[in-house]
C-alpha cells in the first residue's frame, strides 16, 4: 500500500523552489527511483519517521555513519554536554587527542589531521601525496568515488592508460589531466600504468573495498598487490576508508585485509562513523609523510570547523561503543537480511548477485553472475531495482534510492526491524519480477 506523502511533498515543492533539485546531495532526490523524496522529521535506533508520520527500518544509516543507530543515548548524552561547553573554539581541545588516539590504536595510521568531510579528507591526502613525492599524477579506479574532488571526478579516456576526461561540466580539463582512470580488480592495467609513467605516479587511490558502485570487493590480495606495487615505484598507496573505515570491521577493511597479510597503506582517509553523524572526517598514515603537512612541513591544509568539539565527542563516543560485540551483531542481522534478499529474488525469477564487505553489503540486479568492476556493476537493471525500491518503502523499509549503493544496518537493528525486512522481501521480489 502507498503510504501518505502529502507533508513530503509540499515541503519537496517549498525546497525546489530554494535549493536545486530540492535536496543537499543528489541521490537524496529519488531521480534513480522516481517518486517524492521522504523528509525525515526524526529518527530512534533503527527507524526513520517522515513529516507524514510514516515509519521506516532504516538500511542507509545516513550512507554509513550511524553505526549505533539513531539517537543512542549514551551518544546523545555526551553530545548534549559538550554543547553545554559551547560549540566551536578553533582552539585545540581534549576530544580531538582522544578521538586521535583511538583511530590511531585501530587503523593503520601513525598520526592523523581531522577535516570535516570525506571530500576534503581524500583531497588534502593526494595534495600531501604529491607534496611528499614531488610527483604529478594520480590513479583512480573507475567506480571508486572519493568524494567531488575536481581531480578525482574523472572518467577514463578511451585508452587504458589515457588521462583523464572530467566527469562533469564545471571541473576544467586541466584539474582530471593529471589522473588516470583504471578499471577496478585489473592488476595488468595497474603494472601497465605503472611501467607507463616512471618517476610521475604521486599516488594510487582506491576505496578500500568500494562501496559506490554497489559493493565491489577487491579480489583476494589485490591490496597488498596495490601497495606492493606503489612501494615499488616510489608511489604512495592511499586508501580510502572514508566507507569502510571502522564500519566493515573494528579496524575498516584493513582488518580484514592489511592486517591478516601484513601490509600497511601509506595514506588513509576516513569520515561516516568516525564523525557519529556530525561531520567529521580525517586523513593520516606514515608519520614521515604527515611530517610534511603544515605546521610541522610545507604542505599547506586547514579547517575552521576541523575538528569540531561536538563532532569529535559524537564520533569519540560512537567509537568507543563499538566493541566486537557491536560488529558481530550487524554482521548476523546483515547476513538474515542479505541471504533472505537473495532467497525471495531467486524465488521470484529475479536474476540477481549479492556482494559483501565485512558487515556492508548490496544486492546487483544483474545476470552478469559477479560484478568485478564498474562495467560490470553497470549491468545492473534499474528499473527493476526501482520497482523494488517502492515496493520496499511501501511496507516500511528504507533502501538506498539508488541500484548502485551499498546496504547498511547498525547494532539498532532488532529482531522486530529485521523481520519488518524480511517481511516486505517476497512483495518486492515479485515487483521486480514483473518491472
Ligand atoms: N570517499 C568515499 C569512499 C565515500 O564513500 C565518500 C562519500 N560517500 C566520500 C569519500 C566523500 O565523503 P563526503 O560525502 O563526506 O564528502
Same mark, same amino acid.
Given at each position: 500500500?502507498?503510504?501518505?506523502?502529502?507533508?513530503?511533498?509540499?515541503?519537496?515543492?517549498?525546497?525546489?523552489?530554494?535549493?536545486?533539485?530540492?535536496?543537499?546531495?543528489?541521490?537524496?532526490?529519488?531521480?534513480?527511483?522516481?517518486?517524492?523524496?521522504?523528509?525525515?522529521?526524526?529518527?530512534?535506533?533503527?527507524?526513520?519517521?517522515?513529516?507524514?508520520?510514516?515509519?521506516?527500518?532504516?538500511?542507509?544509516?545516513?550512507?554509513?555513519?550511524?553505526?549505533?543507530?539513531?539517537?543512542?543515548?549514551?551518544?546523545?548524552?555526551?553530545?548534549?554536554?559538550?554543547?553545554?561547553?559551547?560549540?566551536?573554539?578553533?582552539?585545540?581541545?581534549?576530544?580531538?587527542?582522544?578521538?586521535?588516539?583511538?583511530?590511531?590504536?585501530?587503523?593503520?595510521?601513525?598520526?592523523?589531521?581531522?577535516?570535516?568531510?570525506?571530500?576534503?579528507?581524500?583531497?588534502?591526502?593526494?595534495?600531501?601525496?604529491?607534496?611528499?613525492?614531488?610527483?604529478?599524477?594520480?590513479?583512480?579506479?573507475?567506480?571508486?568515488?572519493?568524494?567531488?574532488?575536481?581531480?578525482?571526478?574523472?572518467?577514463?579516456?578511451?585508452?587504458?592508460?589515457?588521462?583523464?576526461?572530467?566527469?562533469?561540466?564545471?571541473?576544467?580539463?586541466?584539474?582530471?589531466?593529471?589522473?588516470?582512470?583504471?578499471?577496478?580488480?585489473?592488476?595488468?592495467?595497474?603494472?601497465?600504468?605503472?611501467?607507463?609513467?616512471?618517476?610521475?605516479?604521486?599516488?594510487?587511490?582506491?576505496?578500500?573495498?568500494?562501496?559506490?558502485?554497489?559493493?565491489?570487493?577487491?579480489?583476494?590480495?589485490?591490496?597488498?598487490?596495490?601497495?606492493?606495487?606503489?612501494?615499488?615505484?616510489?608511489?604512495?598507496?592511499?586508501?580510502?576508508?572514508?566507507?569502510?573505515?571502522?564500519?566493515?570491521?573494528?579496524?575498516?577493511?584493513?582488518?580484514?585485509?592489511?592486517?591478516?597479510?601484513?601490509?600497511?597503506?601509506?595514506?588513509?582517509?576516513?569520515?561516516?562513523?568516525?564523525?557519529?553523524?556530525?561531520?567529521?572526517?580525517?586523513?593520516?598514515?606514515?608519520?614521515?609523510?604527515?611530517?610534511?603537512?603544515?605546521?610541522?612541513?610545507?604542505?599547506?591544509?586547514?579547517?575552521?570547523?576541523?575538528?569540531?568539539?561536538?563532532?569529535?565527542?559524537?564520533?569519540?563516543?560512537?567509537?568507543?561503543?563499538?566493541?566486537?560485540?557491536?560488529? @558481530? !551483531?550487524?554482521?548476523? $542481522?546483515?547476513? %538474515? =537480511?542479505?541471504? &533472505?534478499?537473495?532467497? #525471495?529474488? +531467486?524465488? /521470484?525469477?529475479? *536474476?540477481?548477485?549479492?556482494?559483501?564487505?565485512?558487515?556492508?553489503?548490496?544486492?546487483?540486479?544483474?545476470?552478469?553472475?559477479?560484478?568485478?568492476?564498474?562495467?560490470?556493476?553497470?549491468?545492473?537493471?534499474?528499473?527493476?531495482?526501482?520497482?523494488?525500491?517502492?515496493?520496499?518503502?511501501?511496507?516500511?523499509?528504507?533502501?538506498?534510492?539508488?541500484?548502485?549503493?551499498?546496504?547498511?544496518?547498525?547494532? @539498532? !537493528?532488532?529482531?522486530? $526491524?529485521?523481520? %519488518? =525486512?524480511?517481511? &516486505?522481501?517476497?512483495? #518486492?521480489? +515479485?515487483? /521486480?519480477?514483473? *518491472?
Amino acid at each position: 500500500m502507498p503510504r501518505p506523502t502529502a507533508a513530503s511533498s509540499a515541503l519537496f515543492e517549498r525546497a525546489r523552489s530554494v535549493t536545486p533539485g530540492g535536496v543537499n546531495s543528489p541521490v537524496r532526490a529519488f531521480n534513480a527511483v522516481g517518486g517524492t523524496p521522504r523528509f525525515i522529521r526524526s529518527a530512534a535506533g533503527a527507524w526513520l519517521t517522515d513529516v507524514d508520520g510514516n515509519e521506516y527500518v532504516d538500511l542507509i544509516c545516513s550512507w554509513g555513519p550511524m553505526l549505533l543507530g539513531h539517537a543512542h543515548p549514551e551518544v546523545q548524552a555526551q553530545v548534549a554536554a559538550a554543547v553545554a561547553r559551547g560549540t566551536s573554539y578553533g582552539a585545540p581541545t581534549e576530544p580531538e587527542v582522544e578521538l586521535a588516539e583511538e583511530i590511531v590504536a585501530r587503523a593503520p595510521v601513525e598520526k592523523v589531521r581531522f577535516v570535516s568531510s570525506g571530500t576534503e579528507a581524500t583531497m588534502s591526502a593526494i595534495r600531501l601525496a604529491r607534496g611528499f613525492t614531488g610527483r604529478d599524477v594520480v590513479v583512480k579506479f573507475a567506480g571508486c568515488y572519493h568524494g567531488h574532488v575536481d581531480a578525482l571526478l574523472a572518467s577514463a579516456g578511451s585508452g587504458l592508460a589515457t588521462f583523464a576526461v572530467p566527469g562533469t561540466p564545471g571541473v576544467p580539463a586541466s584539474s582530471t589531466e593529471l589522473t588516470l582512470v583504471l578499471p577496478y580488480n585489473d592488476r595488468a592495467a595497474v603494472e601497465k600504468v605503472f611501467a607507463e609513467y616512471p618517476d610521475r605516479i604521486a599516488c594510487l587511490i582506491t576505496e578500500a573495498s568500494p562501496g559506490n558502485m554497489g559493493v565491489v570487493p577487491p579480489e583476494a590480495g589485490f591490496n597488498a598487490f596495490l601497495a606492493e606495487t606503489c612501494r615499488a615505484h616510489g608511489a604512495l598507496f592511499v586508501s580510502d576508508e572514508v566507507m569502510t573505515g571502522f564500519r566493515v570491521s573494528r579496524q575498516g577493511q584493513w582488518g580484514l585485509d592489511g592486517a591478516v597479510e601484513g601490509w600497511r597503506p601509506d595514506l588513509v582517509t576516513f569520515g561516516k562513523v568516525m564523525g557519529g553523524g556530525f561531520p567529521a572526517a580525517a586523513f593520516g598514515g606514515r608519520a614521515d609523510v604527515m611530517a610534511r603537512l603544515a605546521p610541522e612541513g610545507p604542505v599547506y591544509q586547514a579547517g575552521t570547523l576541523s575538528g569540531n568539539p561536538i563532532a569529535t565527542t559524537a564520533g569519540l563516543a560512537t567509537l568507543r561503543l563499538a566493541t566486537d560485540e557491536v560488529y @558481530a !551483531h550487524i554482521g548476523a $542481522a546483515a547476513e %538474515t =537480511v542479505k541471504s &533472505a534478499a537473495s532467497d #525471495a529474488l +531467486r524465488q /521470484a525469477g529475479v *536474476a540477481h548477485v549479492v556482494q559483501a564487505t565485512g558487515t556492508m553489503f548490496s544486492v546487483f540486479f544483474t545476470a552478469s553472475g559477479r560484478v568485478r568492476d564498474f562495467d560490470d556493476a553497470l549491468t545492473t537493471d534499474a528499473s527493476a531495482y526501482a520497482a523494488f525500491f517502492h515496493a520496499m518503502l511501501d511496507a516500511g523499509v528504507y533502501l538506498p534510492p539508488s541500484a548502485y549503493e551499498a546496504w547498511f544496518l547498525s547494532s @539498532a !537493528h532488532d529482531d522486530r $526491524a529485521v523481520q %519488518t =525486512v524480511l517481511d &516486505a522481501l517476497p512483495a #518486492a521480489a +515479485r515487483a /521486480a519480477a514483473a *518491472a
